[in-house]
């Protein structure tokens, strides 16, 4: 038996996901094109008997087989140190290797990566299998003979979208480097904090990149994480800067000498330079992705070199339908882990063409996507519902004037509302394409819940069954099962490793069970993987008909245009500007970016209101990045608090979003509700903002929120 929560009713708020009965209106089925169907990589059934729990996890090898392996494996799973789960033990092989080496005999001249620069005068940059192979064997040569960085080390990256970067995670691939790549949006000092989490001696970033048309200064933000690195205790020895144009330098930030130095000036002695691949374990680190959750600081998700690479490759295969000769474009940034995913391992491992965009996709107008997708006969787009609502808003009849075909279409990252999963469909596939709308997480590796393109149909607004060999469940907070048809939501839970699967948490193994496994644990000593039911953080329910629909985030996770925000990390921000004695995040829906954030405060005694506004706000961008910049900030005299002191987030939540804030007799200060209600609420339809009722799945988060700690 699940442990039951140990929270009061008064903490945990009166409704939690969990608890909430959503009646969905379901949407009608959509069905792939025989067309599709005909040439798919999975278009028989059969598949799914070969991928079933009878077949588990053996039914791996499938997947494994897809790689070229040095040493086969010995265990397909491993489950003696549950719930660090252990993939293909025994067997050996290197994820450069797969991802460049062995397509050359075959394919030495295809395009491996085709990289689109954002201004459209710019020439495209294709690169081959061969030169992919040179340039990876280059700057495996240049990190071996230049940095002090060994096997098993960490190097991190805080590049933008240029080749550079896969070129870069696939030298240290070569040579059993972990990477950890930063998303290029992030701050300096969200960067600093993750060199010192990860405790690496070398930052590799470029002197700048274009974004809406303007080349911005990158490399100042290299000197604010090594500094913040060197406050949390870490020296970082080498920053490598790759030149955005060469021969310039597109910041204004001086070059530290002894530690900064320019790519392009000590290339020349590694230029040809051949680097033998290292044969890793299976279970040796590839990377590590840090991502938000409940807690402050966010946790650097470590995945392992042979289940990451062999579940991208699987899933590439059977749900992007990836085959060798198509011409694929996954508009993510690789510093997501569905780039990572689904730009660089998963394609180049299948041996296909990859596309990299390096700037905003309405850049410079709607029409740009299209115009990529036009020029290079792109087959696949990949993207998230942000974009495709962004798309709609400005350029909703765009598509119909370029002449491109897409035969796969993807959507990732955030439940997609129905209306604008048939836009993308009808407008942006042009009814041809078929569309999978894939859950999963930075700590998964790849996909865990989608249709099967050929073999189910689609629905608007559900991302379908589980993927192969992956087998979810939906518990309640009392770890009693909700089923299927029920109309109730509750936690998805996947019961079962699979080996995309996180190894654990970088540096915090506690943390690692605590956050994903603890709650549904039916006994800490077992060795038997159906004790251990993975807890996603996410509510979800399913349909009659086996399809999950995901509601968002349980934890204290605020989804912003597809990015996970802490709401720990947003509150620690805040709360280092003087003035701000308390500080609460809470998500507010946005027609474009999903949720957006709204910050509440209360000043510490005696401090002016005057600018403490914009006070917050470029805390909150100097500490994480642009993309958290809050909404509104709303300075309040008294935060709702239950009588323990804990801020009731759900009721902020809900004034933020014009919705019930439900009973709040628990509280400990119930008459500072109405002030704070009309006070923001007055405000917010002074400037303009027309209240709307929300839907069902938009409610459950709201009113779910704040529930996690
Ligand atoms: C949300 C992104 C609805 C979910 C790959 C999850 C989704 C979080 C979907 C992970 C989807 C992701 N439908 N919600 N298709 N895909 N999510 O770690 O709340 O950046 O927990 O990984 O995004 O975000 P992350």
């Not at 100042?220 to 790759?242: I, N």
């Not at 987030?649 to 804030?661: H, L, P």
């Amino acid at each position: 038996m699940a442990k039951k929560s140990d929270k009061s009713t008064e903490e945990v708020g009166q409704a939690s996901e969990a608890q909430i009965a959503v009646h969905w209106r379901e949407e009608g089925y959509y069905f792939p094109s025989a067309k599709f169907i005909g040439q798919a990589n999975a278009s028989d059934p059969a598949i799914f008997e070969r991928f079933s729990e009878k077949n588990y996890p053996e039914c791996f090898k499938e997947y494994g087989d897809l790689l070229t392996w040095d040493k086969y494996w010995h265990t397909t799973l491993d489950t003696s140190n549950a719930p660090f789960w252990k993939w293909f033990v025994g067997g050996k092989l290197n994820a450069s290797y797969n991802c460049v080496d062995r397509h050359l005999k075959t394919d030495r001249n295809k395009a491996a990566i085709i990289f689109v620069p954002e201004l459209e005068d710019d020439d495209t940059e294709v690169i081959t299998y061969q030169e992919l192979y040179a340039r990876v064997n280059e700057f495996a040569a240049l990190l071996q003979g230049f940095t002090s960085l060994k096997t098993g080390e960490v190097a991190t990256f805080h590049m933008p979208m240029v080749p550079e970067l896969p070129v870069a995670m696939l030298a240290c691939a070569r040579l059993g480097i972990i990477h950890s790549q930063v998303f290029g949006g992030f701050s300096g000092a969200a960067c600093g904090g993750r060199i010192a989490d990860s405790k690496s001696k070398v930052l590799v970033t470029m002197d700048g990149y274009y974004r809406g048309g303007v080349l911005q200064d990158h490399k100042v933000k290299a000197d604010e994480a090594v500094a913040r690195a060197l406050e949390e205790g870490v020296v970082v020895e080498k920053v490598l800067v790759f030149r955005r144009n060469p021969g310039e330098y597109a910041s204004k930030s001086p070059m530290v000498p002894g530690r900064d130095f320019f790519v392009d000036e000590i290339m020349p002695d590694y230029k040809g330079k051949l680097v033998e691949p290292v044969s890793m374990p299976a279970e040796a680190p590839l990377f590590i992705m840090y991502s938000s959750g409940t807690t402050g600081k966010p946790k650097g998700c470590q995945h392992s070199t042979g289940g990451y690479l062999a579940y991208v490759t699987g899933t590439s295969k059977y749900y992007q339908d990836i085959h060798p000769d198509d011409t694929y474009w996954c508009a993510a940034d690789i510093g997501w882990i569905t780039g990572h995913s689904y730009i660089v391992y998963g394609p180049l491992s299948l041996g296909t063409t990859s596309v990299m965009y390096e700037g905003i996709p309405t850049y410079p107008d709607a029409g740009r996507p299209w115009r990529i997708a036009e020029r290079l006969g792109v087959t696949h787009f990949h993207t998230a519902p942000t974009t495709i609502r962004t798309l709609r808003k400005v350029g909703p009849d765009e598509p119909a004037k370029y002449n491109y075909h897409f035969r796969h279409m993807t959507t990732v990252g955030e439940p997609i509302e129905p209306d604008v999963w048939r836009w993308y469909h009808e407008s942006v596939g042009k009814g041809e394409a078929t569309i999978v709308d894939t859950w999963w997480q930075t700590e998964n590796g790849g996909f865990l819940g989608s249709t099967m393109p050929a073999l189910h149909p689609m629905k608007p607004g559900s991302c379908g069954p589980a993927v192969l060999g992956v087998f979810p469940m939906i518990l309640d907070e009392n770890g009693e099962e909700v089923k299927a048809g029920s109309g109730k939501a509750g936690n998805i839970c996947i019961r079962g490793p699979w080996p995309g699967i996180f190894q654990t948490i970088w540096g915090d193994p506690d943390r690692f069970v605590a956050t994903y496994y603890e709650k549904y644990n039916r006994n800490k000593k077992s060795t038997d993987w159906h004790d251990w039911p993975y807890f996603a953080n996410d509510g979800a329910m399913q349909a009659a008909d086996g399809y999950y629909r995901i509601l968002g985030r349980v934890d204290d996770v605020i989804n912003v245009s597809g990015h996970r925000l802490g709401t720990k990390e947003l509150e620690s921000a805040a709360i280092m500007v003087d003035a701000v004695a308390e500080a609460a995040a809470v998500p507010v829906i946005d027609d474009i970016r999903g949720h957006a954030v709204e910050m509440y405060i209360a000043l510490k005694p005696g401090f002016s209101p005057d600018g403490v506004d914009e006070q917050v706000s470029r805390m909150i961008e100097t500490e994480i990045g642009k993309v958290a910049r809050p909404k509104s900030v709303w300075i309040v005299a008294d935060m709702p608090k239950t009588r323990s002191g804990k801020i009731m987030r759900r009721v902020i939540a809900s004034i933020s979003n014009f919705t019930d804030v439900g009973d709040i007799t628990t509280l400990a200060n119930p008459e500072v509700v109405e002030d704070i209600r009309h006070y923001v609420q007055s405000e917010k339809v002074a400037h303009g903002e027309q209240p709307r009722e929300l839907s069902e799945a938009e409610l459950a988060t709201i009113k779910g929120f704040g529930s996690a700690e």
